[in-house]
């Protein structure tokens, strides 16, 4: 079945962009004439992803408004002839954007969860907010490309990966990788996966980076794999207790990921992706 519904948890409070984030959400810092959260919008529907759901927390419902049809603002573009700029507003007007809430900051699994009610296809795509691709193909489209080359019986989970530096270890997920399949290229199959492990624990220096394609099994299985690290529910937790009753697939996805998620990730970003503007 093709990837038609996508989950972008964006609730996180973005403290590390204190104090603009006291008034400003993180996503909605510019990259060019475009807001973080708009570049991820764009990578969903250039892959044929037009249903979307936003996870926020109160205070961030300049997210979804920012996707929201403007009649006036429109009619006055249409008026000025700023053809270019109409344009962009009105893409956005073919899309169906959902919003639900994550009222306490328990893991991106538990932001998941908010929206588990929303989704009724037997895949979801899910795109945390700090992760951008630049390149030929999108993170997520390589993903999809991928989810839909294997038989229906092989369509469980494909997570995207990154050969990561020594440093970049203890922060990410880690997979340990076996088979490559055998068509598709840089899929492999996971064996294993362990949540920020130090350097010496790591199972292997590719980690995973900001896009998933889950069965609703995964989302289901969420609640009961129950509360860690620190207290949160997360993704990972409930992948590894699907390790071998699922198929999980890694894939090594081409491009750059930038990472926005700090200030000096951010101010890359801005560089690598304005750089032709």
């Known amino acids: 079945m093709p990837i038609t519904q996508a989950i972008l948890p964006v609730a996180g409070l973005g403290t590390r962009f204190l104090p603009w984030t006291k008034s400003v959400a993180k996503e909605m810092l510019p990259i060019g004439n475009q807001p973080i959260i708009a570049k991820i919008v764009d990578e969903c ?30 009619a006055e573009l249409k008026k000025r002839g700023k053809t270019e700029q ?11 954007f959902h919003v639900v809430y ?11 969860l908010q929206a588990a009610d929303w989704i009724n296809s037997e895949h979801v795509a899910v ?26 019986d092989d369509q469980g989970a494909i997570l995207a990966l990154e050969k990561l530096e020594d440093s970049q270890i203890s922060q990410k997920g880690i997979v340990e990788v076996g088979s490559i399949h055998a068509t ?14 130090n350097l010496e624990d790591a199972p292997s220096n590719l980690g995973i980076v900001g896009r ?66």
Not at 129 to 135: E, K, P
């Open 127 to 152: 795109l945390f907010g700090d992760d951008i691709f630049s390149g030929e193909h999108s993170g997520i489209a390589q993903l999809m490309a991928a989810h839909d080359a294997l038989t229906s």
């Open 184 to 197: 598709i290229e840089r899929l492999q199959s996971i064996k294993s996966l362990v949540e920020k492990p």
């Open 45 to 74: 529907m250039d892959a044929g992803i037009k249903d979307i759901c936003f996870v926020i927390s109160h205070g961030k419902e300049m997210i979804p408004t920012y996707f929201y049809e403007s009649p006036e603002l429109e």
């Open 86 to 96: 109409l344009e962009h507003l009105l893409k956005y007007n073919e899309a169906d």
């Open 212 to 277: 998933y394609i889950v069965p609703r099994s995964t989302i289901d299985l969420l609640p009961s794999v129950g509360a860690s690290h620190g207290g949160e529910i997360r993704l990972i937790d409930a992948l590894i207790e699907q390790l071998g009753s699922i198929p999980i697939h890694g894939l090594e996805c081409t491009g750059i990921r930038l990472d926005t998620g700090t200030p000096e990730g951010y101010a890359r970003a801005v560089q690598v992706l304005t750089a032709d503007l």
């Open 102 to 112: 994550q009222e306490d900051q328990l893991g991106d699994g538990h932001a998941i």
